[in-house]
């Protein structure tokens, strides 16, 4: 069966601090990988998508950056926080058929002080 | 520009009775449609999804129709349970690996 884990669970950085995400996905190879971020009470936005090793498509920025640096491994960074970057970063996965069905991790919640 | 429009905001039903959620969008390009469920402090699940070809989808308590004249589509959730209150999120497909979320639903099931 496949997991998804995501680390932290939750963060409280300071404004202009660096962060760094993280999701790993276990018994899937080469899955389609995703970055959403939820404002509190809000609507999920489509951060940034990964199909291969390596390859990373923006979709919208808020000043962050993505890597997947491995096949099971994407990563949410940025060198300086903004207080809007609060909220809950959601990492999901998708067999392969595109974003049709997207399987997500239980979040990270991130504080901007 | 909001891409997908989702009404009400928040709805409250009586266990048994019928929920209807709206969902609405811009883009008559738009050809895949799920609908996720989402309960507090976790990530979303997708409970239901149609495409464009078809203009009604049913699972369970659960079933979708899609009016792609006036790009509206709704979600009905029949014999309403507790356990179903969670918020509900539309989203539209505008290319193979995007999707855009409405505003979501937050449904409250009253015993």
């Known amino acids: 069966a496949q997991t998804i884990h995501q680390w932290p669970v939750a963060e409280i950085k300071a404004v202009g601090s660096p962060l760094s995400l993280g999701c790993t996905i276990k018994?899937?190879?080469?899955?389609?990988l995703y970055w959403y971020w939820q404002a509190t009470g809000g609507t999920l936005q489509q951060l940034f998508y990964?199909?291969?090793?390596?390859?990373v498509e923006s979709v919208v920025q808020l000043n962050l950056s993505a890597s997947r640096p491995k096949d099971d491994q994407f990563i949410l960074s940025t060198e300086k926080l903004l207080l809007s970057h609060s909220g809950f970063y959601l990492c999901?996965?998708?067999?392969?058929?595109?974003?049709?069905?997207?399987?997500f991790g239980s979040g990270t919640r991130l504080t901007v002080l | 520009q909001q891409q997908v429009r989702q009404s009400p905001q928040s709805l409250t039903v009586w266990e048994g009775e019928t929920a209807i959620l709206n969902c609405s969008y811009e883009?008559?390009?738009?050809?895949?449609f799920p609908w996720y469920q989402q309960f507090p402090g976790e990530g979303p699940a997708l409970l239901i999804s149609?495409?464009?070809?078809?203009d009604k989808k049913e699972d369970g308590r659960f079933t979708i129709f899609f009016n792609k004249r006036e790009k509206k589509l709704s979600l009905h959730i029949t014999d309403s349970q507790p356990g179903d209150s969670a918020t509900y999120f539309c989203?539209?497909?505008?290319?193979?690996?995007?999707?855009?979320f409405g505003s979501g639903t937050k449904l409250t099931v009253e015993p």
């Open positions: 018994g899937k190879s080469s899955p389609n």
């Open positions: 883009d008559s390009t738009f050809n895949y």
């Open positions: 149609i495409s464009s070809v078809s």
């Open positions: 989203a539209a497909m505008p290319n193979y690996n995007v999707l855009y």
């Open positions: 999901a996965w998708s067999p392969g058929q595109g974003a049709e069905t997207l399987y």
């Open positions: 990964s199909i291969t090793v390596g390859q």
